[in-house]
Each structure stands twice: as C-alpha cells, then as structure tokens.
C-alpha cells in the first residue's frame, strides 16, 4: 500500500511525505519527508527507517525508527484523524519547548488508499517511562528508591508548572506510561498530548477523560467544569502509586 503526498498549508514546519510500500510503521519501511523551503530557508529531504512499535492505542500507534542522514533514532507517532473528534496535538506540540517534555521535531500529514488521513508526529526519542522502571522493581520485590521518586515527581512538577501557567493547557493524562524517561541523566519528559486541551473557564468540557486510576474525584462525579487541577491530583497517584510500588485504587 501506498501512501500519496498530502501538505498540511499551515504548517511552518513544510512537508511533503512519501511513505513507501506499506503504511509506514512495519519494520524495514522507508518514511521520506520534505520540509522547511519557507522563509528563505532550503528544503531539507529526511529518510527514515521503521525499526519496531513501540506503542500503540485507540489513537494510533508508535514506532521507533532511524534517520539515515544521520542515524538518529526517533519516535514516529501515526495517528489517525477522525473528523468526528478535535485533534489539537500538533496544535499543541507547536506551542511546547521545555526540558521536561518531549521535542517535536517536525510532523507531515498522510493519507491510505481509503483515504485515511493520518497526521505523523517527528518526536524525539526517549527508550524508557516511569511505568516500565516501576515495574521493573515491583519484578524484583523492590521499591524504586526515594531519590528516584523525588526527582521523577519534581520533573512532573516542572512540566505542568509550564503548560499549565506559561501555556495555559491542561494535559488531562497524567499516568507512568505518559512519563518518558533517560535511563542513563533520569531526565523525565512528559509526553502523548493527544487529550491535552487549553481549559477555557465556563466553557464546557467532557468528563470522561484522563486514564482510570489517574482521575480527578470531579471527573468521577462527572464535572464538565474543571481546571488544570486534575492533572495535580493525577500527579498524586503517580507519586503514590510509585512510593507504594502498587498502583492506588481510589
């Protein structure tokens, strides 16, 4: 399967993507895609190689390939637009420039021969989250050390401190798989904006939102008005979830 050229207009980042043979996140898969040419600047022709998935959701999927230019890796998150639903993640992404959460690098939009329109996220590459290291302890009977903890839910801290009063967005995900993580610095990124939304006060909102054991006791009782508030309460569990080693059934 072939997926044809689709620019998205207004995006500054410029892209002309051609995924070969296949939808484009099978390993062995060639992703080549133009951008920039705006600005006086010269466009600039990217290959990728898919390596393997490394994530997938009712969102999309994610998979970790390699730039042949210059044998980066990175992560290619696929994502199916459905104009039943707003899709702000690129909108958002945009917007975002932080040590505490993943880089976009650059995106382009794709479609299938039925005519599916996919938008595909360049995200820098992070191998490792919160909720596989907290695992990994929990394997061994152990409980991931207090330093660790501190300084994972300090990051956390940082990450909503800027999207939420610099920005103005609530993530509205907080949970250990949306917590990447440098296994060799500890430097965690927050990342997967997929239901990150900028809260407009009376203005309504679903409550149905955030991962199961993450949610905010509001977005329980159904609150279609609420603040960036239920990512802090989030945060809490995390937290909780990784002092305990379990996660916190509330």
């Not at 999927?61 to 990175?74: D, H, L, P, S, W």
């Not at 880089?103 to 820098?124: G, I, Q, R």
């Not at 995900?173 to 949306?178: A, C, G, L, T, Y």
Request: glycine share 6%; charged share 25%; hydrophobic share 35%.
């Amino acid at each position: 399967m072939r997926l044809r050229d689709r620019v998205d207009q207004d995006d500054d980042r410029d892209s002309e993507p051609d995924i070969i043979d296949g939808v484009g996140a099978e390993a062995g898969h060639v992703i080549r895609t133009t951008f920039g040419g705006r600005n006086g600047q010269s466009k600039q022709t990217v290959s990728y190689i898919a390596e393997h998935v490394v994530g997938t959701g009712s969102f999309g999927v994610v998979f970790q390939a390699k730039c042949r230019e210059t044998g980066e890796i990175v992560a290619i998150k696929k994502v199916l637009q459905d104009k039943r639903y707003k899709n702000r993640e690129l909108q958002i992404m945009q917007m975002l420039d932080h040590p505490n959460i993943v880089a976009l690098k650059h995106c382009f939009f794709s479609t299938t021969d039925k005519e599916e329109l996919y938008l595909n996220l360049v995200l820098e590459f992070v191998p490792e989250t919160v909720n596989r290291i907290a695992r990994n302890y929990s394997r061994i009977n152990q409980r991931m050390p207090l330093i660790y903890v501190k300084l994972y839910t300090y990051q956390i801290c940082r990450a909503l401190a800027y999207i939420h009063n610099c920005i103005g967005i609530c993530h509205r995900d907080i949970k250990p798989q949306n917590l990447l993580v440098n296994p060799h610095t500890h430097q965690l990124k927050l990342c997967d904006f997929g239901s990150a939304k900028v809260l407009v006060k009376g203005e309504p909102n679903v409550s149905y939102i955030c991962s199961r054991y993450y949610r905010a006791p509001e977005l329980i009782f159904g609150a279609t008005e609420y603040t960036t508030a239920i990512d802090i309460w989030s945060t809490g569990c995390v937290m909780a979830e990784l002092l305990l080693g379990q996660v916190v059934h509330c």
